[in-house]
């Protein structure tokens, strides 16, 4: 690949970090400045964003509780939107062809409909990515909004295997087989332990067993990746294996954003339609407002699904392609569909990462769902006789619980907002609930109980620790608080806005490292030999 390529790309994701941007918008218009430049998409830029695309499917199926896929605002939420949104783009493009729009002239109603069908999708990549920045892909409304990705992923495999008019190999049947071999894969993965065999065997299962076994068989290898993914997802190691390949896809999922702008030369006609496309977002955004509060989701999981989901998907591009190489399209919308789907991610971003705000403005418009009507999993949590509470259970909160319970007595309750988490740490017999300390209404109806005199806020991101504090503090809790950190210029922000005491892992590590090698010592020589002479 020209290194040109990569230069540009990281002068655009440098340029996004001060206007407080996902690197990825940089990355987009990156793409569009090397077009501009005269650089075309090269087949090595090609390989690199489907391997990108490929590891960030498996990576979702790793993370994927093939249940959240049967739940009514996951499968309901996805098919009815999809319905009605074909429906509603087909009579706005059909108004905009009686406008007279160059490219929609002599347009059949079949194209048309595949072009609403193109437009209905959301975006995978980006809003993965952007859940993955915020940590927030198992909180409540990260579920919901991959599912229904998900569900859309699987509506465009079907249009795509039939539109190419060429059905799965008969061999494809005995991909079933995967499923009774499934414990076997997870088997192999406790053999290959950490480190680059981790990363080869997360890369053979993603790209050979995943993509191209699937592809040799005559079905889409992205799904395959999925699939195999979620096979492996039960597995202890599957997380740990999500962790070990994200470098590596993200960096890879740079080439599918400079791609998108790298696909043709826009003209200022592209341009104005992308834009009334792009104006049309709204439209599909409250499609998905109605359908999730319909499934009585709290206004804050509707409202941040939603933002999640509002954009166009690069699964449209592929839509429009194949469309076009059928000769039912012309090229041309293949690049206004490259346009709208970069703006809207520039959109999307911007909105996404004020989702909160957003939210926290918008509310007082929002009718406010009654707690008796809320979903199970959205609704308000019961503290119950806690005295004190641990935000975010990982090893460092889990053991901060355990302590504060056997050796200070305490009554203790953990909340965490990943529900494998909190499925998995009830079974063990810890007292813990699923809540999501980044939500400010979350904060409404927790900490009411003045039997609370401590919270620790162990989650693992400085900026979800920080706007616990402010909560807390914001709402007059006058008991003590106590945070940890990873580095030390974050321990000041939290002291000036009113932790009591803040705590360095990897400073505690050390401590703890050093007691337990003197305990280990005095076990080993109870005779009360401690000079080391044997070590």
Wanted: glycine content about 10%; hydrophobic content about 50%; cysteine-free.
């Amino acid at each position: 690949m020209d290194p040109i390529f990569i230069l540009v790309a990281f002068l655009g994701g440098l340029a996004a970090l001060p206007l407080r941007l996902p690197p990825l918008v940089g990355f987009l218009a990156a793409g569009f400045v090397l077009n501009v430049m005269g650089y075309e998409l090269t087949p090595t830029l090609s390989t690199i964003a489907d391997l990108g695309v490929t590891l960030l499917l498996f990576s979702i199926g790793l993370k994927l509780n093939v249940r959240s896929l049967l739940r009514g605002e996951v499968w309901g939420a996805a098919s009815l939107h999809m319905a009605a949104s074909i429906g509603l783009l087909f009579v706005i493009l059909t108004g905009l062809k009686l406008l007279g729009i160059t490219l929609l002239q002599g347009t059949e109603t079949g194209v048309m409909l595949i072009l609403a069908f193109a437009l209905s999708f959301s975006s995978t990549v980006f809003a993965v990515k952007v859940l993955e920045d915020r940590s927030e892909t198992q909180t409540l409304y990260g579920r919901i909004a991959i599912g229904v990705l998900i569900m859309q992923d699987i509506f465009a495999v079907i249009f795509l295997t039939a539109s190419t008019g060429q059905l799965p190999s008969p061999w494809a049947l005995l991909l079933l087989a995967l499923i009774p071999a499934a414990p076997l894969l997870r088997g192999l993965m406790n053999r290959v332990g950490h480190g680059d065999m981790e990363m080869l065997f997360g890369f053979t299962l993603a790209l050979v067993i995943g993509y191209q076994l699937f592809e040799l068989v005559g079905v889409k290898g992205d799904l395959g990746a999925l699939i195999i993914g979620i096979l492996l997802a039960p597995h202890f190691a599957a997380q740990r294996l999500a962790r070990a390949l994200f470098n590596t896809k993200e960096l890879l999922l740079v080439g599918f954003f400079l791609s998108i702008g790298l696909t043709a030369l826009p003209t200022w006609e592209h341009f104005g339609i992308a834009a009334i496309l792009l104006v049309l977002l709204p439209l599909k955004a409250l499609l998905f407002a109605g359908l999730f509060a319909g499934f009585r989701l709290r206004d804050r999981t509707t409202a941040l699904a939603t933002l999640a989901l509002a954009n166009y998907s690069e699964f449209g591009l592929i839509v429009v392609a194949l469309s076009a190489s059928q000769g039912w399209l012309p090229a041309d919308w293949l690049v206004v569909l490259s346009l709208s789907v970069a703006m809207s991610f520039v959109l999307s971003a911007i909105l996404n990462s004020q989702n909160e705000a957003i939210y926290r403005r918008l509310r007082r418009f929002i009718p406010q769902t009654s707690d008796e009507r809320l979903h199970s999993e959205d609704s308000p949590i019961n503290l119950g006789d806690a005295t004190a509470v641990v935000l975010g259970m990982g090893k460092i909160g889990r053991g901060a619980y355990l302590q504060l319970e056997q050796r200070y007595g305490k009554r203790v309750l953990g909340i965490d907002n990943k529900h494998s988490t909190v499925e998995r740490l009830s079974e063990q017999g810890f007292r813990v609930r699923e809540g999501d300390a980044v939500d400010s209404d979350f904060w409404d109806k927790l900490l009411v109980s003045p039997d609370v005199k401590l919270v620790l806020l162990a989650m693992p991101h400085h900026a979800g620790n920080l706007f616990a504090l402010d909560q807390l503090r914001g709402r007059k809790f006058d008991g003590r608080i106590a945070a940890i950190v990873e580095y030390e210029d974050e321990a000041q922000p939290l002291l000036s806005r009113g932790a009591n005491a803040v705590f360095n892992v990897y400073d505690k590590a050390g401590v703890a490292l050093a007691d337990s090698a003197m305990e280990a010592k005095l076990m080993q020589y109870p005779q009360g030999d401690t000079s080391g002479s044997g070590v």
